[in-house]
T-cell receptor, first 116, second 118 residues
Framework: AQKVTQAQTEISVVEKEDVTLDCVYETRDTTYYLFWYKQPPSGELVFLIRRNSFDEQNEISGRYSWNFQKSTSSFNFTITASQVVDSAVYFCALSEGDGGFQKLVFGTGTRLLVSP | EAGVAQSPRYKIIEKRQSVAFWCNPISGHATLYWYQQILGQGPKLLIQFQNNGVVDDSQLPKDRFSAERLKGVDSTLKIQPAKLEDSAVYLC????????????????FGPGTRLLVL
């Protein structure tokens, strides 16, 4: 069965610090997708990135970067020079295709608090 | 492009009462999902539709929860009768059906409905 573990419940940093959010997953499938979502206090989950299991290239988007390592089943997310607006709960999720439809399983989330 | 719309945003009811939530997905998205998010946890899938058909309702408590998507566009999720443990945020999401693997679809979420059962 698929499983996502986000061991960090809450992280507090001061603005401009770098911070890494960890994500470890379990799956028996060879083809799967990994996602990161941001949930600000308003409640809506905002899509950040999708990565497939065959692409281990790291990705950078502005202050955000993602490190995917199949050898350790991890898909970690780093925010460089954090800002107060980055304060939110971040969810890692694993997607498998099962019988022609998607099964998306979320971790328990990491709450990030960025103080000025 | 308009996002996923949900209403109401907040609802407070007494236990044993009934409640309904409404969702309108992104235009053109064939797949619609309902999730339950209990405080401090990640979203958990309740039911998934493709067009107007149910493809996965394995985690829906069918004795009290029901959902429909009659015309393949908007959807309603109902709880009857509500219990205290149903207090949660109910999230609706939609995705565009692709010709490739189902696992690659990106789900886009609405703002959610916060339900408090007293």
């Amino acid at each position: 069965a698929q499983k996502v573990t986000q061991a960090q419940t809450e992280i507090s940093v001061v603005e401009k610090e770098d911070v890494t959010l960890d994500c470890v997953y379990e799956t028996r499938d060879t083809t799967y997708y990994l996602f990161w979502y941001k949930q600000p206090p308003s409640g809506e989950l905002v899509f950040l990135i999708r990565r497939n299991s065959f692409d281990e290239q790291n990705e950078i988007s502005g202050r955000y970067s993602w490190n995917f390592q199949k050898s350790t089943s991890s898909f970690n997310f780093t925010i460089t020079a954090s800002q107060v607006v980055d304060s939110a709960v971040y969810f890692c999720a694993l997607s498998e295709g099962d019988g022609g439809f998607q099964k998306l399983v979320f971790g328990t989330g990491t709450r990030l608090l960025v103080s000025p | 492009e308009a996002g996923v719309a949900q209403s109401p945003r907040y609802k407070i009811i007494e236990k044993r009462q009934s409640v309904a939530f409404w969702c309108n997905p992104i235009s053109g998205h064939a797949t619609l999902y309902w999730y339950q998010q209990i405080l401090g946890q990640g979203p958990k899938l309740l039911i998934q539709f493709q067009n107007n058909g149910v493809v996965d309702d394995s985690q829906l408590p069918k004795d009290r929860f029901s959902a429909e998507r009659l015309k393949g566009v908007d959807s309603t999720l109902k709880i009857q009768p509500a219990k205290l443990e149903d207090s949660a945020v109910y999230l609706c999401a939609s995705s565009r059906k692709t010709s490739g693997l189902a696992s690659q679809e990106t789900q886009y979420f609405g703002p959610g409905t916060r339900l408090l059962v007293l």
